[in-house]
Structures are given as C-alpha cells and as structure tokens.
C-alpha cells in the first residue's frame, strides 16, 4: 500500500523529522524531544510467535503513563492511542472488504465504554480493530470510517455496537516499561504473516456535535516511518 496523498501531505506539515530504518526485525526510529517520551516510537515490530501474532511498540519514556482528561462528556471527549496501521484486508478482520486502512490500536478513553457485549473498559488501555480513511475535515488527516444511519454492513462479533467501523476483541494486552504488546492468535487474522505495517501513536477527539466524523485522529504524536508508508514486514520468532 503507497502512503495517501492527504495524509502524507499532513504528517510532512507537522511532524519533526525523524529518521527511521525498517529491516527484518521491525522499524526503528530515532527519538525525537517534538513527542511525549510515551508516545515518542523507537521501535514498532509485529512478530510471530508460536501460534500468536504479537504487536510490540516500543517508546522512549514509560508507555501508558500518560492519559487524556476526562471532559466529563461524551461529545468531544479524547482519545489516547498506541497504533499498528497494517497493509490487511477490512475483509480479514470481520468488516465487510475494502472499507479502508485496516489498524490495531491500543487506546484509553476516561469518559465512554466502547467494550463489546455492553462491557466496561474507560478505565483501562485496551485493543481495538479500526477501519481508517482519509477525511480533511479532521485535524490529523484520517477518521474511523462512519456507519451511515440505516445503513447494515458487515460486522464482527464483538462490534460494540456503535455507528463505527470499529471492533473490540478481548486480546492480552501489556504495558511493561517501554514497551506496549497485544498478543493475537494467527487463527484470529487471515493473512497477517504477509502482512506490512508502520507504528503510529495519536490524539483523538469524539466530534463536539455528535455528526460524521464521528471519531478523528485529532493529533499526530508520532510516525514510525514519518510518512505512514508501511514499511515495516511481519517477522518470525527466532
């Protein structure tokens, strides 16, 4: 997948420039003092491991430490977020195909619950499955792809029931020091071992008027690859 237009123009704008190299073992990306140390990516790798397909960003300060502000509302509330963009198939992860860029991302939310089945989770950093695209009515270049009103696309089993393309599978998710890791088995996600990636943390924000966009990316903190190219290949364990 070649970077999009407008989001590469985006990023190019207001990112630092940060050298990155991406080989064999995943991307590496020299820190940067522009970015919160935990958010600031030295290191975005997916690996598969025995019977797993384990996401790993490794940041220059402590991951997970920082959290956004509860506003006390829904409409405009924020969203911190540690993300793997991957070159998959919306297809592959239960939408219907070809929706747009498919991401894992690890987020906290203070003020909605967003788990699958009516569950709780503002309250923890947890992993969900997003279908991105490219929209310039957001800040950062990108939105989570709406679901229009009336409109009955297909969705996983643990979609959330909201009117985004979003799901919230119940996947091991770590914070240990540096690092953030989500742990997935290969039986879950056709097609990963074949799979590019890039690493990405960000900002986002919950439209104030509750209308399409619903959920942008609001705040570019970091690109692994500065320009969201993909470059990084899935590796195996050794």
């Known amino acids: 997948m070649t970077r999009l237009p407008l989001l590469a123009a985006t990023l190019l704008a207001i990112l630092p420039s940060a050298p990155s190299l991406a080989d064999g073992t995943g991307i590496h990306t020299e820190p ?63 939408f219907d195909a070809n929706q747009g860029i498919v991401a894992l991302a690890v987020t906290f939310h203070p003020d909605f619950d967003d788990a699958a089945y009516g569950g709780a989770n503002r309250h923890v950093w947890h992993p969900h499955w997003v279908v991105l695209s490219e929209d310039a009515a957001c800040p950062g270049g990108l939105k989570v792809n709406d679901i229009p009103e009336g409109a009955t696309p297909k969705v996983p089993q643990t979609w959330p029931n909201v009117p985004l393309l979003i799901d919230s599978p119940e996947y091991p998710t770590n914070f240990t020091g540096e690092t953030v890791q989500v742990t997935i088995p290969l039986e879950l996600i056709s097609g990963i071992a074949d799979a590019s990636f890039d690493g990405v943390t960000a900002g986002l924000k919950v439209n104030g008027k509750l209308h399409a966009p619903l959920l942008c990316v609001d705040n570019v903190f970091k690109v692994a690859s500065g320009d969201l190219s993909l470059p990084g290949k899935v590796s195996a364990s050794h």
């Open 32 to 94: 940067s003092e522009a970015a919160m140390a935990s958010f600031d990516i030295i290191e975005t790798t997916i690996v598969i491991k025995d019977e797993n397909a384990v996401f790993t960003t490794r940041v220059r300060g402590e991951a997970g430490i920082d959290r956004p502000d509860a506003a006390g509302k829904f409409e405009g509330s924020s969203v911190y977020a540690y993300v793997w963009p991957t070159s998959l198939n919306s297809g592959d992860i239960g």
